[in-house]
């Protein structure tokens, strides 16, 4: 049963216009969301994370979104440049402070310049 | 400042062959690590955690085994590899119980295994 959904494996998007990463979550005892990135053959680099006890977190281009009733969040980058291009994994963590994040499978982002 | 250190970065074994990868982490102490492989073209799939020194948590039954012998040092191992065990294995890290708030994970630059 795959806990946390990232339901579009791919996204293409234009230089200099908005990026929307999307993840879909199940279980509601979740409470700390992160994002991250990954370029091929390299270990996913952690990008920007946000607590239950919040709906949004901005840092620089960045932003993340999150809508605990609907048991979603989303990654919002603006404006979206060619190095932005990479898999985008999207994690969650339960209360339990040493519990394991749980990932979704990806969403690959591919800016065209 | 922390680092996370993982190696070999390649490693191209036959079926049947032993393995051993090794991930340490410099910085900190009591870390918690992680180890992860992802298959081609999937996401990442947690195979062991530990909290401490001996303390070892496997996610997924499999051929593969995980030992920490040190408090910053986390290695995964097999007797005898699969095809199946072709992948790209990651170790990560974050602050024990003793750290502050929530802890992101921080990511080797992994191994890649090609399994022949």
């Known amino acids: 049963d795959q806990q946390v959904k990232q339901n579009s494996p791919s996204l293409s998007v234009q230089e200099g216009r908005i990026s929307i990463l999307n993840c879909d979550y199940t279980?509601?005892?979740?409470?700390?969301f992160l994002w991250y990135k990954k370029y091929p053959a390299e270990g996913p680099t952690f990008l920007i994370s946000i607590s239950s006890i919040k709906d949004k977190n901005e840092d620089g281009r960045f932003t993340v979104f999150l809508n605990k009733s609907a048991k979603h969040l989303s990654l919002h980058i603006v404006p979206s440049q060619p190095g932005d291009s990479a898999v985008y994994f999207c994690a969650a963590r339960p209360l339990s402070g040493n519990t394991p994040l749980v990932f979704g499978k990806g969403t690959r982002l591919s800016v065209i310049a | 400042s922390q680092t996370i250190h993982q190696w070999p970065a390649t490693l191209v074994q036959p079926v049947g062959s032993p393995l051993s990868l090794e991930c340490t982490v410099e910085?900190?102490?009591?870390?918690?690590l992680y180890w992860y492989r992802q298959a081609a073209g999937r996401g990442l799939q947690l195979l062991f955690y530990?909290?401490?020194?001996?303390?070892i948590s496997s996610e997924v039954p499999q051929n593969l085994s995980a030992s920490r012998p040190q408090d910053r040092q986390f290695i995964l191992s097999s007797k005898k590899l699969l095809l199946s065990d072709s992948g790209f294995y990651l170790c990560?890290?974050?602050?024990?119980?003793?750290?502050?708030?929530?802890?992101?994970?921080?990511f080797g630059d992994g191994t890649r295994l090609s399994i022949l």
């Open positions: 910085g900190t102490s009591n870390p918690n």
């Open positions: 530990s909290v401490g020194i001996g303390q």
């Open positions: 990560a890290w974050n602050r024990g119980q003793g750290g502050k708030g929530n802890q992101p994970q921080h």
């Open positions: 279980n509601s005892m979740f409470d700390y």
